[in-house]
């Protein structure tokens, strides 16, 4: 089945009014659906830059009621300074401060029910999500749980009705690639049906992209998630229509910027100004730019969502492993595009070579960039030792409608035992 969260999967029914990128696509058939006919707002004010925050809270919490709930994830944002710097400022405003921590990597459906009962008998006016996407995506379902007398999991899934009323929320960016400060969609693990879902919620109505606060993330989640900024870029570009339109042409600005900035990296992990570059390419990766005039693809998500769902993986890692087997099965069907890719993003000369060469090229590149920048290549590279996952996943994940070409659940289970 195909769930109703549209920054990742148009249905045929949510291209009649996509609301919740709050643009409206032009359509008739997939392949018509042009950079036409849309209208497009965003609601999530941004704080980009040094001591954004200093600038943020005092002005958008003047506006909000005193109980401030601040959400946090393990405790890096402890470590880091972080919290105690927003809790300074969250003081200084007046505001009274309900902790909310230990919110996980991948967080479940449970985390999200314990932060929405402590929002409730705490009377909370105002959310902070204080961490990466785990602990955005967390808020974003809490601040409509919390309004709500029905179980937004069962809502949304069994009656397809989604939340209107939410509590006001702010994300507070301290790992960035997701884009999650950027959008509405939560993905939640639900444990008892073994769903790593997108559930459809809150939007922040603020978002401070401080790129000081995220210098201490360890490496790996540094280059995992730029990774992931990528994956978005490509999931939407290889999307519909095929002929490249205007969204497709910044979403090569941003994958050549995601790559450059990836390997400075390597050089010097600390090198700011390429940190800095990443972090607002992954909010422009999410923040509906790409995806005007497109019906995107986002089928790696898909398998990788419930890679999650069964083995608690690392996002950015598992499309890593999952995206140069995924395209080998889709290039042939969508030449035109891998082989634009492969020349626009990939640089590789186009001179002499056939369309399904370049496209090949292509594919290879992005296979030689995982190795070069230090991600696994295969699930065991990732530490999942349980084959019999693959056919869980492959039985359970969304098939999208937006790529080249719809696999089938055999092919997909093909690709995911060509990943181990
Ligand atoms: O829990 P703490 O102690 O804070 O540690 C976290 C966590 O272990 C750590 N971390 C975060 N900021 C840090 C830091 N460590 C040191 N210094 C800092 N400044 O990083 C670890 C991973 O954090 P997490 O939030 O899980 O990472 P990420 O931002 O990659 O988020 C991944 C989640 O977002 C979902 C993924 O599926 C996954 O559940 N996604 C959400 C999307 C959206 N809403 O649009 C889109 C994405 O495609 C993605 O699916
Ligand atoms: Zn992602």
């Avoid at 707002?41 to 009621?65: D, I, M, R, T």
């Avoid at 008892?192 to 459809?200: I, M, P, Q, R, S």
């Avoid at 998500?301 to 069964?310: P, R, S």
């Avoid at 590149?365 to 492959?394: C, H, N, Q, R, Y």
Wanted: net charge negative; with cysteine.
């Amino acid at each position: 089945m195909i769930r109703n969260y549209n920054f990742w999967v148009i249905t045929d029914e949510q291209k009649e009014t996509s609301v919740n990128l709050q643009f409206i696509y032009n359509r008739t058939s997939k392949e018509e659906i042009a950079v036409k006919d849309f209208i497009y707002s965003y609601p999530v004010k941004v704080y980009f830059g040094e001591k954004a925050a200093a600038k943020a809270l005092p002005a958008e919490l003047a506006k909000a009621g005193k109980t401030v709930m601040v959400a946090y994830g393990g405790g890096s944002v402890k470590k880091s300074g972080v919290y105690d710097e927003i809790c300074g400022y969250l003081k200084e405003a007046g505001k009274e401060i309900v902790d909310f921590s230990g919110i996980m990597p991948n967080p479940t459906y449970k985390k999200v029910q314990e932060g929405a009962a402590l929002a409730r008998e705490k009377n909370v006016d105002f959310i902070l999500a204080v961490g990466g996407g785990s602990v955005i995506d967390c808020c974003k379902i809490i601040a409509c749980q919390a309004a709500l007398d029905e179980d937004i999991w069962e809502m949304e899934f069994k009656n397809h009705i989604y939340p209107t009323e939410h509590l006001p929320m702010g994300a507070i960016v301290t790992a960035s690639g997701t884009g999650a400060e950027m959008n509405n969609g939560a993905v939640i693990t639900n444990e008892d049906t073994n769903e790593k879902a997108g559930v459809l919620g809150a939007y922040a109505s603020f978002a401070v992209l401080d790129v000081d606060y995220t210098m201490t993330l360890p490496k790996k989640q540094v280059i995992s998630g730029a990774f992931d900024t990528l994956s978005h870029s490509m999931e939407t570009y290889l999307g519909s229509p095929r002929d490249v339109n205007l969204s497709d042409e910044i979403a090569e600005a941003v994958m050549r910027n995601v790559i450059r900035n990836i390997r400075a990296l390597l050089v010097d992990l600390n090198d700011k100004e390429a940190r800095t570059e990443l972090m607002w390419a992954s909010a422009m990766a999410e923040n509906g730019i790409l995806k005007i005039g497109k019906v995107t693809d986002f089928q790696a998500h898909q398998i990788e969502h419930q890679l999650g769902a069964y083995t608690d993986c690392n996002h950015g890692q598992g499309l890593a492993v999952i995206h140069p087997v995924l395209y080998r099965h889709m290039c042939k069907d969508s030449v035109k595009q891998f082989a634009r890719m492969a020349e626009k993003v990939w640089e590789i000369p186009a001179e002499g070579k056939s369309p399904e060469q370049l496209a090949g090229e292509g594919i290879q590149a992005l296979k030689d960039f995982v190795k070069e920048i230090g991600m696994p290549s295969t699930f065991t590279e990732m530490g999942i030792t349980d084959k019999s996952v693959l056919k869980k996943v492959a039985d359970t994940c969304n098939l999208t409608a937006g790529c080249c070409k719809k696999l089938s659940r055999e092919e997909i289970l093909e690709i995911l035992e060509e990943c181990w």
